[in-house]
């Protein structure tokens, strides 16, 4: 127990929280979307997302030809490599969605498989994934170049504002509210919260069931993909294994603010990421996981369907 | 296709009952003789490369078996999902660990504390999360199995990551030694369990349990309606699947005389399961059809040592697109019982 930090470290382990928690809510994304869709665990996700950090990786030492151990780019380079890696990562993750729903579900879906045999699909098809990888990488870890100088805006209240925290917080806000903006506003949000209504009636309705589905997929993907770039450039290294901590903790995410609601993700995510921190600087690291699953627990006993809940018109029947 | 699940069926109800129980002893007889196919001529093709085909019948095969079997009363007979169910057996690997080492009781004698121990995990667990529902469950049962893994990881008393080292070999019976190289005992320790496991689900499904669990797993909330005490048959079928795991770990941790918590991660719950859902959710024969096939393939193919787990993920992906509900589904036979009542 080590209750000093409380005081000397509050608003800094807030900050970090809150980056920490942005990166579980866009990778919670690729969990919640589909469940509100198809009410399904989507367990490749994790998977997806560690694919996405390599693919990270690659954009910035394959494609764009940094060495591993470069210097730091400036001006116009510097956003230029970002922002291509950022939307190489989530163009991968996207069609990866779209190709684990492929694989792993549409058949299953056609021919009316009970829940589990999609748990299992899904979970064969990230075996596949991680080994591929594991293969592919030797099991050897993978460090990202240091492209982006990580200077300082300052300290506010003894918080350290590094570029890649505040980079990571704008972005995660940006993508947030334009996923929320799409899905309650646009047409094809429309749709997507109709089938995850009622897919029968969505389809009476002349609303393209399988497209929807991919659909869904492709933006949990995008999202997965986006936090794999965050991810990378935050902590500047990966290995094959690095999917099934942070699936394990977007999950949690995705259940702690009611699974298949949007905004329950993205408040889950934050209490999730404030709790993690607090959790390791008090109670020392290793213990990390057991306070999120105690609290996890204790939050649905209070709560069964999350936080928020389920949102009123998903409510499972 | 050829509904292998549904001929068994038909035919078993023909047999007379002398048909019947000498059909139950030869195949006993022949699965008894498992360990000696490998040496045997003609069905020598069954011998794993590298490690040892004994070794491999008793680690993963039984024990996969057993604790599938364990697994398929929770999630196959009353629906339960839950993916931590390597907690039960590491507690009772731990449990003949710590006591093995620290007291003078042998195996047989620690084995009803596994169970006990593994029974009131269940029971502590299940207690707040059975409330919870489908997916939410899930995430709770997760936890709980790392939990269980990061507290072995971090105690004094389970040796941290190093584990608990010189667990001691089981006593002899009936002038069976048990000994480190020679797995044929365990092995038909591990039978004689799983013949106990298959006679009490079997007993418990076409008693008053069975059809609670049943009537859970259809519809929770009409089987409430019909007066069936959900927390309390929930709680039965989560403390007895725990219990088969408890005795699993016991066993398994008395035959590798080694025990560390990265033996008991993630993976192993949820290869469980995939044996539970692959041989068919909720038919005992299914389940050891599963459990035997995936626990012996990735041994099988170990020559391929560095795609073996690639291997093993397409081909239970394939699997599971060509029979979505499992090798040996429960469903038809539901079927076949309804069109015969019509």
């Known amino acids: 127990m080590n209750l000093q930090v409380l005081e000397s470290q509050f608003w800094s382990l807030c900050l970090q929280g809150v980056a920490l928690g942005f990166i579980y809510v866009l990778i919670s994304l690729g969990y919640t979307m589909v469940y509100g869709v198809l009410r399904l665990i989507n367990f490749a996700n994790s998977e997806v997302f560690m694919v996405g950090t390599f693919a990270t990786v690659v954009a910035q030492v394959g494609i764009l030809q940094n060495e591993t151990n470069s210097q730091s780019l400036h ?39 009970k829940p589990l045999g999609f748990l299992i699909s899904a979970i064969a098809v990230s075996i596949v994934l991680l080994e591929t990888i594991r293969i592919v990488t030797y099991s050897r870890p993978q460090t990202s170049p240091r492209l982006l100088d990580k200077w300082s805006f300052g300290e506010f209240a003894g918080a350290n504002f590094r570029i890649d925290t505040v980079m990571v917080i704008i972005s995660g806000i940006v993508i947030f509210f334009t996923l929320d903006r799409f899905v309650t506003k646009t047409r094809l949000g429309k749709a997507i919260r109709a089938v995850s209504m009622s897919e029968e009636i969505s389809k009476l309705m002349g609303i393209n069931l399988n497209r929807v589905v991919s659909l869904t997929f492709f933006i949990g993907g995008l ?70 699953f105690t609290v996890l627990v204790l939050v649905l006993l209070l709560k069964p369907n999350g936080i928020f809940g389920e949102a009123v018109q998903q409510t499972r029947t | 296709m050829i509904n292998l699940r549904d001929k068994g069926a038909s035919i078993w109800e023909n047999w007379s009952p002398p048909a019947r129980s000498s059909f139950v002893l030869i ?8 360990p000696y196919a490998g040496d045997f001529g003609p069905t020598s093709f069954l011998n794993t490369p590298i490690s040892s085909y004994q070794a491999v019948l008793v680690y993963p095969i039984a024990l996969f078996v057993l604790m599938g079997l364990g697994l398929n009363i929770v999630v196959g007979k009353s629906g339960l999902l839950d993916l931590g169910y390597v907690a039960f057996f590491a507690i009772g690997a731990y449990t003949m660990g710590i006591m093995g080492t620290m007291t003078s009781l042998n ?16 029971l502590l667990l299940g207690l707040p999360a059975l409330r919870l529902r489908g997916d939410y469950l899930a995430i709770v049962t997760l936890g709980f199995g790392e939990i269980v893994r990061i507290i072995a990881l971090n105690l004094q008393v389970t040796g941290g990551p190093n584990g608990v080292v010189g667990v001691p070999t089981p006593p002899p019976i009936l002038g069976q030694k048990f000994e480190l190289d020679d797995h044929k005992a365990y092995f038909w320790v591990i039978l004689i369990m799983i013949l106990l496991v298959i006679w009490m689900v079997r007993r418990f499904t076409v008693r008053r349990p069975g059809r609670a669990w049943e009537a859970i797993r259809q519809d929770e909330d009409v089987a409430a309606l019909m007066g069936v005490n959900l927390l309390v048959y929930k709680l039965w079928s989560f403390t007895i699947g725990a219990a088969v795991g408890g005795a699993g770990g016991v066993i398994y941790a008395s035959k590798t005389m080694f025990i560390a918590p990265d033996m008991f991660t993630f993976n192993t719950s949820i290869l469980v399961l995939a044996c539970v859902v692959f041989g068919g959710l909720g038919n005992i024969w299914g389940v050891i059809l599963g459990a035997s096939i995936l626990a012996y393939l990735p041994e099988r193919i170990r020559f391929i040592s560095n795609a073996r787990q690639l291997v ?25 019982k309804q069109k015969e009542a019509k």
């Open chain 2, 107 to 122: 195996t047989w004698e620690i084995l009803p504390f596994g169970i006990f121990f593994a029974m009131l995990a269940g």
């Open chain 2, 312 to 336: 093993f993920g397409l081909v239970l992906l394939v699997i599971m697109n060509v029979r979505p509900d499992g090798l040996l589904p429960r469903k038809k036979r539901e079927k076949i």
């Open chain 1, 75 to 113: 001006g116009f380079r510097l956003i230029y490599t970002l922002t291509f890696a950022l939307i190489f990562s989530m163009l991968v993750c996207g069609f990866l969605g779209v190709l684990v729903e492929l694989v792993a579900y549409r058949r299953l879906r056609s021919l009316g498989a």
């Open chain 2, 27 to 34: 195949v006993i007889t022949l699965v008894a003789l498992l």
């Open chain 1, 223 to 292: 999202t997965t993909g986006a936090a794999a770039f965050f991810y990378t450039t935050v902590y500047e290294t990966t290995q094959f294994n690095v999917g099934f901590n942070l699936g394990l903790a977007a999950f949690t995410t995705a259940v702690l603010g009611g699974i298949g609601n949007l905004r329950g993700a993205f408040y889950g995510g934050m209490f999730l990421g404030v709790l993690e921190q607090f959790a390791s600087a008090i109670l020392g690291s290793q213990w990390k996981s057991v306070t999120v």
